[in-house]
């Protein structure tokens, strides 16, 4: 079945430490995106990639890094700058990254830093 | 900028309700207007879309209807059941933002008793 992985579900690190969160998928989609959602409130675009090797900054990129190495995989890495790194990451992907193409969501992972 | 405007929540509801969740938006250009659905736990899935004005998107009984006049995009479903329980997201992507990034309303959580 085609669709878009996040592992892992759940992530707790400790404060001052990196991590990297994994997306990928096998829909042979161009464009794929990390949104940040933070309990009662919308989502927030971090980063986002509309073809391999290229990838923009979003809403809320400062403390996250990107990379996009392969169509397929998108990671993204939360480092120590990032000042208040628990919250829900979700990672999506489209056809094209035009702006009438539907966005098809992972599961999303659960970042926890204690 | 564009934004959208959700009905707060949550909205209780009992089964069998006739449900409206409102949405408005402000958009520069000609955007295409989305409602996306977050089950407890999961990652967001397209629930219905219009790409242009008058046009009606529809799902698994829900329905919205793209209004240009009253910049307003309303989820509407005849009869709810427990299974809806769920955060609904109007999101809009405008034609005339080369961003091609979603903007999202902040999600209304739907709360259906049996």
């Known amino acids: 079945d085609g669709g878009i992985t996040q592992s892992p579900k759940y992530l707790f690190r400790k404060e001052g430490q990196n991590v990297t969160l994994s997306c990928e998928q096998n829909l042979n989609h161009d464009a794929m995106y990390w949104y940040r959602q933070d309990p009662g409130q919308g989502l927030r675009l971090i980063y986002y990639?509309?073809?391999?090797?290229?990838?923009q900054k979003g809403d809320i990129a400062e403390g996250y890094s990107v990379s996009r190495e392969k169509k397929e995989s998108f990671p993204l890495t939360v480092t120590s700058a990032q000042k208040n790194p628990t919250a829900f990451y979700l990672c999506a992907s489209s056809i094209r990254g035009v702006g009438a193409d539907t966005q098809y969501f992972g599961p999303g992972t659960r970042l926890t830093v204690l | 900028g564009d934004s959208v405007t959700q009905m707060e929540g949550p909205v209780t509801l009992s089964e069998e309700a006739f449900l409206t969740i409102n949405c408005t938006y402000t958009?520069?250009?000609?955007?295409?207007l989305f409602w996306y659905v977050q089950y407890p736990g999961e990652g967001l899935q397209l629930l219905l879309k219009a790409t242009k004005a008058d046009d009606k998107g529809s799902n698994k009984g829900f329905e919205a209807t793209y209004r240009k006049e009253t910049t307003s995009f309303h989820l509407e479903k005849g009869s709810v059941q427990v299974s809806d329980s769920a955060v609904y997201f109007c999101a809009l992507s405008d034609r005339g933002d080369s961003n091609y990034q979603l903007i999202w309303g902040a999600g209304t959580k739907l709360i259906i008793k049996p």
């Open positions: 958009a520069t250009g000609y955007p295409s």
């Open positions: 990639s509309q073809i391999v090797n290229d990838f």
